[in-house]
């Protein structure tokens, strides 16, 4: 067997499912969500394909996918059309009564797979050599759920790009520095609008574990993570410079896992439903360069005839971990779920979920 043949075979899905037709497949989830009404609830990031998102029974960005799971006490069964890390948040704050299912379990996120407990553990040890009891860590959602309980543990909390700068500030009310994980991009961006200049923030590299600064060590506000998001570095500076050279009414928005000087040449940053938002408020006739995931992008510019909607970058793909939940997915994990086979369940165990959840709760109080 080879590697992709073995890759296959773990992940699971039976023949059947790919043999199937577009019209087959849905008719199987349009059914079993009619048979088991309120007690399945299927939540849809906005990156999901137009195929899975049909059938979502809500959409947002991960802090309102987050709020939903946590208010959601009806449904047994919640089927995550996402990725891991949001399935494991919905786990966690869920009643334990309740299953989360994640319908592809190769659905993850290469930005949180760049932090791991232990390179987490290792840096704190070295940070708090460093700095003391001067700081706080702060993990954006996109991360473990043992990050999450790590930063729960030490008096931190979870921030997505919607509240970043809220939480930030709430950080600093708690100790003098920040430590950001896994994004640096969202960490300097959110950082810097709040006032905190470049040189004032300093880098830990886990591969060499040690920390990237120029300037004497006091004057380090912010460690940043060396992490990103590998679908948000392909907008660059050039793709900015061409669309203002050529398109110079366009305006540009971006969303903050974008480097820090593509943000700076937007007009606009912000989460993915500030995206949504800022187009469905535009005015008609008005030209769009949009800087985030291209199933959104596709979408938003289906939604919206009236407007000139383009990608940034012309040559931008999908999310490739988000796009493994497709149609084929969906229907195998529901039928499988409803014949009590319970296969592809996201399970965070205690005490790592007690940790983490106190770390989401920090930002979820913060965010009503
Ligand atoms: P949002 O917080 O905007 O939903 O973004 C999540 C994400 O994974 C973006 O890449
Ligand atoms: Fe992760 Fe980036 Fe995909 Fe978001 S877009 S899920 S951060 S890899």
């Known amino acids: ?33 009619q048979r088991l009404g309120r007690k399945l609830f299927i939540p849809g990031h906005h990156y999901q394909k137009d195929e899975v998102i049909q059938f979502a029974d809500a959409t947002g960005d991960s802090l309102k996918l987050a709020q939903l799971s946590e208010e ?4 047994e069964f919640i089927v995550f059309c996402g990725v891991h890390f949001m399935a494991e948040t919905a786990d966690i704050l869920t009643a334990p009564h309740q299953k989360v299912f994640l319908p592809d379990m190769r659905a993850g996120c290469s930005m949180a797979d760049m932090a791991d407990i232990y390179q987490t553990e290792r840096a704190w040890e070295e940070l708090t050599k460093l700095f003391g009891d001067t700081i706080i860590p ?29 939480m930030v500030k709430w950080a ?17 961006n959110t950082a810097y ?13 886990p591969i060499d574990q040690k920390l990237e600064y120029d300037g004497p060590i006091e004057k380090a506000k912010v460690i940043l993570w060396k992490g ?36 700076a ?6 989460s993915t439903s500030f995206i949504i938002q800022a187009i469905e ?19 938003i510019i289906n939604n919206h005839p009236d407007k000139h909607v383009v990608s940034l970058n012309p040559h931008m793909c999908p999310c490739l971990t988000m796009n493994r939940i497709d149609l084929p997915h969906l229907a195998w994990c529901l039928e499988s779920l409803e014949d009590g086979d319970n296969h592809n369940i996201i399970q965070v165990e205690q005490p790592v979920a007690e940790n983490a959840k106190l770390a989401l709760q920090r930002m979820l109080n913060l965010s009503r």
């Open 265 to 270: 040449l937007s007009d606009l940053a912000g």
């Open 281 to 299: 408020h535009a005015e008609s006739g008005t030209a769009w360069a949009i800087g985030t995931e291209m199933n959104l992008v596709k979408r």
């Open 228 to 263: 990103h998001c590998s679908v948000h570095e392909n907008f660059t500076v050039d793709n900015i410079q061409y669309m203002r050279e050529h398109d110079p009414e366009m305006k540009i928005i971006v969303h903050p896992e974008c480097r820090r000087e593509v943000v």
């Open 193 to 205: 609008n709040l006032g905190i200049g470049l040189d004032e923030m300093a880098v830990w590299n």
């Open 172 to 188: 600093f009310l708690q100790k003098e520095r920040i430590v950001f994980l896994p994004d640096q991009h969202l960490g300097r």
């Open 138 to 166: 702060l993990t954006y959602v996109n991360s473990t759920a043992a990050i999450k309980s790590f930063v729960g543990e030490n008096g931190g909390a979870t921030v997505t790009s919607s509240n970043a700068e809220e």
């Open 1 to 33: 067997m080879n590697l992709f043949e073995t890759v296959e075979k773990m992940n699971g899905i039976p023949d059947k499912y790919k043999n199937m037709s577009i019209k087959e497949l849905e008719e199987i989830v349009r059914s079993i969500k």
């Open 72 to 75: 959601n006490i009806d449904a």
